[in-house]
């Protein structure tokens, strides 16, 4: 089992910056990949990016990346999202979310096994 829960999410106007983390328990941290993924109203569920375990290495989504970073500290069994230039189509809840089985990169929602409650963010223009 593990639990996640995210945080730093909110509001912010269009060109800020955000730093989402994932604070994860249960299950040996440093044993499974971590991504992130968000949902607009309306829309899918959008997996942005994810990062290993073995070797941090990442992947990100076509559309986030250079935008986007994520990291991960096993010490803190933490995971971080960095957003910059904050755009209005930005707007959605945030989740982190756990991969235990892979494949790797997980690309699709249904390719992770556990997930936070999600953190909201609204960027304004």
């Known amino acids: 089992q593990v639990q996640l829960v995210e945080s730093g999410g909110g509001a912010v106007q269009a060109g800020g910056s955000l730093r989402l983390s994932c604070a994860a328990s249960g299950r040996t941290f440093s044993s499974y990949a971590m991504g992130w993924v968000r949902q607009a109203p309306g829309k899918d569920r959008e997996c942005l990016a994810t990062?290993?375990?073995?070797?941090?290495?990442?992947y990100y989504a076509a559309s986030v990346k250079g935008r986007f970073t994520i990291s991960r500290d096993d010490a803190k069994n933490t995971a971080y999202l960095q957003i910059y230039s904050l755009k209005p189509e930005d707007t959605a809840v945030y989740y982190c979310?756990?991969?235990?089985?892979?494949?790797?990169?997980?690309?699709?929602?249904?390719?992770?096994?556990?997930w936070g409650q999600g953190t909201q963010v609204t960027v304004s223009s």
């Open positions: 990062i290993n375990w073995i070797n941090d290495n990442t």
């Open positions: 979310a756990a991969a235990l089985r892979g494949p790797w990169p997980s690309t699709r929602a249904n390719e992770y096994d556990y």
